[in-house]
């Protein structure tokens, strides 16, 4: 078995199971939003080394809370990711 680690932007180590095909990521943030599409929700990381691991659905989480589609909050989150994203790239 072969797993492929790639450290992407934000924190965020994504794992590549070669024998499998399933993806891993691993979010490590401080105080930040992150939109995971596995389980369309946004997981809100609370404290710095708060971590989420997610393997096709949320499996795992350490100071997180998960923000789904029909909470209150969700736009808003949304909306301060799509502009983070915007000023990264």
Known sequence: MTVIVTKISGGITQLFNTETGKVTLKCKE???L???EAFGGI???N?????A????NLTTLHSCDVIK???SDFKESLSV???KKKRIC
């Open 30 to 32: 401080d105080s930040a």
């Open 81 to 83: 990711i799509i502009e």
């Open 43 to 45: 997981v809100r990381f």
């Open 69 to 71: 589609e029909n909470d």
């Open 34 to 36: 992150m939109y995971i």
């Open 47 to 51: 404290k710095k080394s708060a971590t």
């Open 53 to 56: 691991t997610v393997t096709g």
